[in-house]
């Protein structure tokens, strides 16, 4: 389903963190603004009118048509987004570089979101983050499997600070073996926290582990525990020299302030950061699945979970808004298929939702479901994929594709509504597609897609000997008792 993650180019995950993080640890909001009375009509159609909400949608002012785009002498790109509608400004700083780059150790591209908040040549740790918030600002950051994002939302006479202090971490990172070892530790930390001890986090990693097994995708963010302890400085001096550099970085400006002193201030701060002769980037296509390929995670669970995948196209493809109208239909709210079907009639599950995580070299299209305590996880697994076959086989209908293409447009006219959403926007598609795609192109792409066209990308992608399943369920007595025994 349409969802900005954490990341950025790739939409919603089951249960994988992007790992948002701010610098002291703790978890954070992003600044949320009132969403403009221009947007009201839209949102306030009923959902039985959606030629009405597209029409409206049509009217909205798209913000990023004034989008200026600068690319310094160092290669830096600079995307500027002037915006008086609300006293906000976001910086996001995004970095071309997320867990499918990483060489020997995996995870360094979420250690460095940590190390990044640990100081530098003139500011000690977690004083980057202080200076923000003293002044009423809100910092953070996420990494994906694609790209690493730093951003601040501040008020318009804090931007200069932020211009400095993001140029001052990138020239002057303390990259040293004392910061390793402290960041080394919250990771880790974290990931028993996130995914060691959640059912959830275990079963998606195995899944990823599963649906992939050749390109990196296939592996955490938050890398495997022994990278994570192994790690060296050097490598990770060799990591941040590669791809931290001013060509591999786009650094977007959104909301209240004025253009030309801000990007003069850039080019004074960013301008004499280093380049990199080059950024490599991993040549690996997956290759194609041959059969269903299935595990087991044990855990003591008394819920057992099922999660599924579907190998999907990459960001960008034409079949994604279909897919997500699909993942809609399937599973948005309790009139979907799979909660009326599962939940309410048979009752066989707490929950079941699935949607389309979309990424920059391919996509995924997951199913989570959560059976009732005493129901097998096979009674889960057999109602869940009957409801995909029976859109492949006797399609949706019009209502429901109706009602689906309003809940993603509303969705995408969202992201006009805070001067963050509006920085994700432009910062996730230049770096997907080196262009911010127009708001009437996006609404067109989502109106396009027909009830046909759902039956059709359901039938080619979610195949039952190209899925990937998982079944988190209770170890065995047998063996709890055997490894009790002397």
Not at 92 to 121: C, N, P
Request: proline share 5%; with cysteine.
């Amino acid at each position: 389903m349409h969802a900005q993650p954490s990341c950025a180019s790739e939409r919603s995950s089951p249960c994988e963190h992007s790992s948002e993080t701010k610098a002291a640890g703790t978890r954070v909001r992003s600044v949320a603004l009132l969403i403009p009375l221009l947007l009201l009509p839209l949102l306030l159609l009923p959902l039985a009118c959606p030629a009405a909400a597209s029409e409206a949608a049509a009217q909205i002012e798209d913000p990023a048509l004034r989008l200026q785009r600068e690319v310094l002498d160092n290669g830096l790109e600079v995307l500027l987004l002037e915006d008086h509608g609300t006293p906000v400004v976001s910086v996001q700083l995004w970095v071309r570089a997320g867990s499918r780059d990483e060489g020997f150790y995996t995870g360094i591209a979420h250690l460095f979101e940590h190390m990044m908040f640990k100081g530098s040549k003139h500011l000690g740790p977690e004083e980057h983050a202080q200076l923000i918030g003293a002044r009423g600002g809100r910092i953070n950051a996420f990494t994906s499997r694609d790209v690493t994002v730093y951003h601040a939302d501040v008020t318009a006479e804090s931007l200069p600070l932020v211009i400095d202090l993001e140029a001052e971490r990138l020239a002057h990172l303390d990259i040293s073996e004392e910061t390793l070892t402290s960041e080394r530790q919250v990771v880790l930390e974290e990931r028993r926290l996130r995914v060691e001890d959640r059912p959830g986090g275990l079963a998606f990693e195995a899944l990823a582990a599963s649906l992939w097994v050749a390109h990196p995708y296939r592996w955490p963010v938050i890398g495997w525990r022994s990278d994570v302890e192994s790690v060296t400085v050097e490598a990770c001096r060799e990591f941040f020299d590669t791809y931290y550099s001013a060509n591999n970085i786009a650094l977007v400006v959104v909301g209240d302030f004025e253009t030309k002193p801000t990007l003069a201030h850039i080019t004074r701060a960013f301008g004499s950061l280093r380049s990199a002769d080059a950024v490599p980037r991993r040549p690996t296509v997956e290759p194609p699945q041959r059969g269903e390929r299935r595990a087991t995670v044990h855990y003591e669970i008394q819920a057992p979970l099922l999660y599924a995948a579907w190998h999907a196209p990459a960001t960008g493809h034409a079949d994604g808004a279909a897919l997500d109208v699909a993942s809609l239909i399937l599973s948005a709210g309790r009139s979907s298929r799979l909660y009326r079907a599962l939940v309410y009639e048979d009752q066989v599950a707490l929950y079941a939702h699935g949607g389309y995580m979309e990424l920059s070299d391919a996509g995924m299209f997951y199913a989570v479901a959560g059976a009732r305590p005493g129901v097998e996880i096979s009674r889960v697994e057999e109602g869940f994929f009957a409801e995909i076959r029976k859109i492949a086989q006797e399609g949706v209908g019009e209502d429901e594709v109706d009602k689906a293409k309003r809940q993603l447009e509303v969705s995408l006219v969202n992201g006009l509504g805070t001067a963050h959403a509006l920085a994700n926007r432009v910062g996730s598609d230049m770096v997907a597609f080196g262009r911010v795609r127009p708001l009437d192109e996006r609404l067109a792409e989502i109106q396009r897609v027909s009830a046909d066209d759902v039956q059709r990308v359901v039938s080619q992608y979610l195949v039952d000997d190209q899925r990937s399943v998982i079944h988190v369920i209770a170890p065995p007595e047998s063996s709890s008792q055997g490894e009790a025994s002397p």
